[in-house]
């Protein structure tokens, strides 16, 4: 189940991290409002990075004038007590790690990361070799990812996430010298879902100097780390880092590779040409391979979509040499039957792609072709290019029907049949973003009324006949739970759901079982011993036809598909194709952002 979220958390981005946040293209539309809303936001980002270069001059006034106490002491005469001078605490300040930098000129590079996000500490482990090497050269900085609300910080991976960046942000300010920090982020990484219970000995295996270590620990346990933390997020908001890793180096986004040379080269770029490191010179040239895009131009799907995937590898393997090729040609089939492809869009990988190096976080996503050849990349490929294409006018499999007709069509989203005032979400129950959908349905439905016709789906996978879910076995139960609610009590099924959505994770959904929602416990649990779990099967078949995989996802009218979690978004929505409901004149009354963490789980 981890492995399957993993390739689907990489999926849902194509680009290798661990995205709260919708990508913004995918938005309904661009509001003319986005125009100034983008001005505000470039002014308030300027005016953070000015504050950002003020904190960073005073923290390197506050090193310097650390190293300057510190060669005082080192150059006390020597009969002031010799042997109680602690020599390496004494002398570390004066060093530099790694290559010296003459020119005093420093690489800015920023991660924005959260510090459970696999994707996050893939990339700390990657700059940390480089840091130690010529860190003398970089002005680096992490920044974490989370919401803030009021005094709430929280975040994609939970509490321990948030808890996990304070402390590492604490270690960051309180052991920034020669990035001694590393040492305890290193160690920490190693087993990411122990952040932050591991910080502690992971500084003691360190060799933190114990004042250092109460600093941190002050820091992390009080308002101190709290306030760096808020600082964070609100830093990361602003330069618009809502997936983890966004980097940017010398300024500008980074979307290079993340391997250790990826990033030498990266900030040898950035420095002037006669002032390099020397480490620059010592880059070895990237490894080439072969690869081919085999894709099929009919299919008009966002999953057959390949230009950002293709994007991302190209950025990640400098030496790939990619070609494309599409259905129509011979070649493309003569693979496809030969290499034993089923599904289009894939990308096929030459063998030499396993020395590239960054390989090792591509590797568990690849299979075997048939003939051993090549190295599959197969992603979200749905697409059977021997079957009907559903909106092309043409029969494409002989059969005699075109299109919808074709009984293979059925399911897809052109062939359903427009439905006026009908409202489906999809949702995975314990996603806490399809939670917030629903939540933000309460207000919809009092607004609307009757006149909307909802549908709740569910949204998961079926393996060896049963039925699985992203956020495991509970979700899978609760899907049912929720499913039967809605079954067995049409009318009162949303209070259930907004009860147990108070506590989604909780296995006590008996106590939201009750005459006050109106769902009757022994009926759910009848339901779910007996049809529930193939009611389940079944639902998960029309995500699944549709091809949608994110928590959650709206579609109004049965045809027009729409992302959201706040009650004015999807009011919106709706009157954008039903604009004579009671409702659309009271679009103003709902909800709208309110800055919560919008996204999906997919
Ligand atoms: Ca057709």
Not at 26 to 40: D, I, L, N, T, V
Not at 99 to 126: A, D, I, R, Y
Not at 148 to 177: P, R
Not at 483 to 497: G, H, Q, S, V
């Amino acid at each position: 189940m981890k492995v399957k979220f993993m390739v689907l958390a990489v999926l849902g981005m194509f680009a290798f991290g661990c995205q709260p946040k919708e990508q913004p293209k995918e938005e309904p539309k661009a509001a003319q409002g986005e125009a100034e809303k983008a001005k505000a936001e470039a002014e308030k980002v300027k005016a953070e990075a000015e504050k950002i270069k003020a904190e960073a001059e005073k923290m390197k006034a506050e090193a310097e004038a650390a190293k300057a106490k510190a060669e005082a002491e080192a150059a006390k005469p020597a009969e002031t007590k010799p042997e109680e001078v602690k020599k390496e605490e004494v002398a570390a300040p004066a060093e530099v790690l790694g290559e010296p930098n003459p020119t005093g000129k420093k690489v800015e590079l920023v991660f924005h990361v959260m510090s459970q996000c696999p994707f996050g500490t893939q990339v700390m482990n990657g700059i940390s070799p480089v840091l130690r090497k010529m860190g003398a050269w970089i002005d680096f900085r992490l920044e974490f990812i989370g919401n803030v609300d009021g005094d709430n910080l929280t975040s994609m991976h939970g509490d321990a996430e948030v808890k996990g960046d304070i402390v590492e942000l604490c270690l960051q300010k309180h052991l920034y010298e020669n990035f001694k920090y590393f040492d305890v982020l290193d160690c920490m990484n190693k087993d990411m879902r122990a952040i932050p219970g591991n910080w502690e000995q992971c500084a003691k295996d360190a060799k933190i100097a114990d004042d250092k270590f109460a600093l941190v620990k002050t820091c992390y346990e009080g308002q101190e780390g709290k306030d760096l933390c808020k600082t964070s997020f609100q830093k990361s908001e602003q330069v618009g880092a809502r997936g983890s890793p966004t980097m940017f180096l010398g300024g500008k986004p980074y979307r290079g590779g993340r391997g250790e040379n990826d990033y030498v080269r990266g900030l040898c770029d950035e420095m002037a040409q006669d002032a390099k490191a020397k480490a620059c010179a010592d880059i070895p040239p990237p490894i080439e391979f072969e690869a081919i895009v085999l894709a099929d131009k009919r299919c008009t799907d966002r999953t057959c979509d390949t230009s950002r995937l293709t994007m991302s590898f190209q950025s990640m393997f400098p030496g790939m040499k990619l070609r494309s090729l599409d259905w129509e040609q011979e070649e493309a089939k003569t693979l496809f039957d030969a290499e034993g492809i089923t599904f289009l869009p894939v990308i096929l990988f030459g063998p030499e792609v396993a020395k590239a190096e960054g390989y090792e976080r591509l590797g568990r996503f690849l299979t075997d072709s048939k003939s051993g050849k090549y190295k599959v990349f197969a992603g979200r490929a749905s697409h059977d290019p021997k079957s009907e294409i559903c909106d092309n006018k043409i029969d494409d499999t002989g059969d005699g029907v075109i299109d919808c007709d074709d009984a293979t069509c059925k399911q897809k989203m052109v062939c359903r049949e427009e439905v006026a005032g009908k409202l489906e979400l999809f949702v995975m129950s314990q996603c806490p973003f399809g939670v917030k959908g629903l939540n933000a349905m309460e207000q919809v439905l009092a607004t609307f009324g009757a006149d909307l016709k909802f549908e709740v789906h569910y949204i998961g996978d079926i393996q060896d006949g049963k039925p699985t879910a992203m956020h495991g076995q509970g979700e899978v139960d609760e899907n049912i739970r929720e499913l039967c609610a809605i079954k067995k009590f049409p009318e009162t099924y949303m209070k259930y759901i907004l009860c147990r959505n108070k506590d989604i994770r909780s296995e006590n959904w008996q106590a939201c079982a009750t005459a006050e929602t109106g769902v009757d416990a022994a009926a759910i649990e009848a339901c779910f011993k007996g049809e529930g779990t193939q009611m389940l099967i079944d639902d998960y078949a029309v995500a699944k036809g549709l091809g949608i995989g994110a928590s959650p996802t709206w579609i109004a009218n049965g045809r027009y598909q729409f992302s959201g979690i706040d009650s004015k978004t999807i009011g919106q929505n709706i009157c954008q194709h039903n604009s004579a409901l009671a409702g659309c004149a009271k679009l103003d009354t709902l909800a709208g952002d309110t800055g919560a963490p919008a996204g999906s789980c997919n």
